[in-house]
């Protein structure tokens, strides 16, 4: 048959950067969350899968705002009888005239009869007279904590999907849930291949290699609080990957994270296992750099999709594979707000010769209300140690050739 038109666009067909994002944005937007329950006080940074409502009024009662003195509001009046105080908790009512006051706690029940609160700072105290100080005032409601200003009874305190900050806790407990409904985690399985792997305790010798980028991967998982389970790594051996990875896609886990074996070499396998064992291709490299050669693709388990992620081994394009395709889908899954890119002028030149999209390792500085940013690395996407000591990636896009010193850059922290 040789070697058709086809067979060469099919080789060679690569797509952008935004197309492969998209197609990946599409498969996350699709996935279905599961829920669990879980304690308060474990559920941060989980994502509510319900909405938190209010049992009751908040506050519950009329309330001091502060320590004072609290009257009846008269203009006329700046001189009072203390008859009586009352504490946070300890509520007791009491008939107070217009020339009577109580000495009232923050946060303590407002008999009915008051309508302010003076400061005890604003006021001075002889025996049981009390003084409203030169120079200051009250006015009407002055200090009072109105029932159900914060939220009334029955209303959403806090809504389904959002992802759970400390400043939200306080609230749902106010609202009486000690356990809450949140989106349970993604399950991630990373599975390293390569012949040259050898664990990290151990010194390589000849042409064998440290299995190093499976830790950023788990760190990357566990930054975007998802779960993930470490399958190790295995030889370039068709047959041990093609079980390895039946096995881990017949588990619960929901997104397979390979690494290496998915360029064009001969002992590059993964696509073919893939396809051998049912999964969908969605993808196969994109024009990026680095992490060009990614694959993508989902199989359906039973009644659930799983999203299966072929992604390269060098450990800086596995990771930034993950960084720019993977970490903000999961973000907008789960209702996590994503870092912003940040416009840096850069400080020296860039080589790019070619329309790929560029993510560059650089660093990022900010001097009074501007961002700096350099790069002196080399950028091979072997060199893992610069990209630990690079603290962002520069975005250079697809046109953009030989960026100058000078030039305005998006750059996305890390
Ligand atoms: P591959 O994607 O299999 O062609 O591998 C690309 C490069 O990444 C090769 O130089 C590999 O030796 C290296 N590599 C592959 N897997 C790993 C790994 N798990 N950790 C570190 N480097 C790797
Ligand atoms: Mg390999």
């Not at 999907?161 to 399985?189: D, M, N, Q, W």
């Not at 001097?367 to 990209?387: A, R």
């Amino acid at each position: 048959m040789g070697i058709t038109p086809s067979i060469i666009k099919n080789y060679f067909f690569m797509l952008s950067y935004n197309e492969a994002f998209s197609l990946i944005k599409e498969q996350f937007q699709n996935l279905k969350l599961e829920s669990e329950t879980v304690k308060l006080e474990n559920s941060l940074h989980r994502t509510l899968a319900e909405d938190v409502i209010s049992d009751i009024n908040l506050p519950p009662f009329d309330n001091s705002a502060v320590d004072g003195y609290a009257v009846q509001f008269d203009d006329s009046i700046n001189e009072w009888e203390m008859i009586g105080e009352i504490t946070a908790g300890n509520f007791k009512d009491f008939d107070l005239l217009k020339n009577q006051t109580l000495k009232i706690m923050t946060g303590a029940k407002i008999p009915n009869v008051c309508t302010a609160v003076i400061p005890i700072e604003d006021i001075e105290v002889h025996d049981q007279k009390v003084r409203l100080s030169i120079g200051s005032k009250y006015f009407n409601g002055m200090n009072i904590r109105r029932q159900g200003t914060d939220i009334g009874e029955g209303e959403i305190a806090v809504e389904k999907g959002t992802f759970l900050k400390p400043r939200h806790l306080s609230s749902i407990a106010s609202c009486g849930k000690s356990e809450i409904k949140v989106y349970k985690k993604l399950k991630f399985g990373i599975l390293a291949t390569g012949d040259e792997l050898i664990p990290v305790n151990e010194k390589p010798e000849g042409d064998k290699i440290r299995v190093s980028n499976v830790y950023s991967l788990l760190g990357e998982v566990s930054e975007v609080n998802q779960e993930v389970i470490n399958y190790g790594f295995v030889k370039d051996d068709r047959d041990k990957i093609k079980e390895k990875v039946n096995n881990i896609l017949s588990s619960d886990v929901d997104i397979l994270l390979t690494t290496g074996g998915v360029s064009v070499g001969e002992y590059d396998y993964l696509k073919d296992i893939f396809e051998e064992l049912g999964v969908k291709k969605i993808f196969w490299r994109a024009y990026i750099k680095p992490g060009k050669p990614c694959y993508f693709g989902k199989i359906m388990k039973g009644n659930k999709t799983k999203l299966v992620f072929g992604l390269p081994g060098n450990p800086v394009s596995s990771q930034v594979n993950f960084k720019v395709y993977i970490k903000e889908n999961i973000n907008n899954l789960f209702g996590k707000q994503n870092t912003e890119q940040i416009e840096a002028e850069l400080l020296n030149d860039l080589r790019k010769k070619d329309k790929k999209r560029h993510f560059m390792k650089g660093v990022l500085k900010k001097e009074k209300d501007k961002y700096f940013v350099t790069s002196k690395f080399s950028q091979s996407s072997g060199n893992m140690v610069e990209l630990s000591k690079a603290n962002c990636l520069i975005v250079i896009e697809e046109e953009h050739l030989d960026p100058k010193k000078g030039e305005i850059v998006n750059c996305i922290p890390m």
